[in-house]
């Protein structure tokens, strides 16, 4: 099982971007799908996650200002990232919570991780 990220780049602050993941492999479904991010010097934390069943988390300091979505049928998860402020550079992390083909063992699994640079 492999996650592929995209969509990570610079932008001026107050501008938007758009990030991409990607589930692929033999797997029976991915249940929690989400976003993490780690700045320079800064432990890993959560961004945003969405469930299967379409429930969501958002961390406090991007509530209103990011959307995460979903294709479940793709098995891809969305970051819409609006009024990117400096604050928001990050590396972001996909992750996801795949049961695995054929044991249905459930796993977490990490993405390669996407830069995001915040320019003010």
């Known amino acids: 099982v492999q996650l592929q990220a995209s969509g990570g780049g610079l932008v001026q602050a107050g501008g938007s971007l758009r990030l991409s993941c990607a589930a692929s492999g033999s797997m029976f479904s991915s249940n929690v799908m989400g976003w993490y991010r780690q700045a320079p010097g800064k432990q890993r934390e959560l961004v945003a996650t969405?469930?299967?069943?379409?429930?969501?988390v958002y961390a406090d300091s991007v509530k209103g200002r990011f959307t995460i979505s979903r294709d479940n049928a793709k098995d891809t998860v969305y970051l819409q990232m609006n009024s990117l402020k400096p604050e928001d550079t990050a590396v972001y992390y996909c992750?996801?919570?795949?049961?695995?083909?054929?044991?249905?063992?459930?796993?977490?699994?990490w993405g390669q991780g996407t830069l995001v640079t915040v320019s003010s």
């Open positions: 969405y469930t299967s069943g379409g429930s969501t």
């Open positions: 992750n996801a919570k795949i049961v695995i083909f054929p044991s249905r063992v459930e796993n977490p699994y």
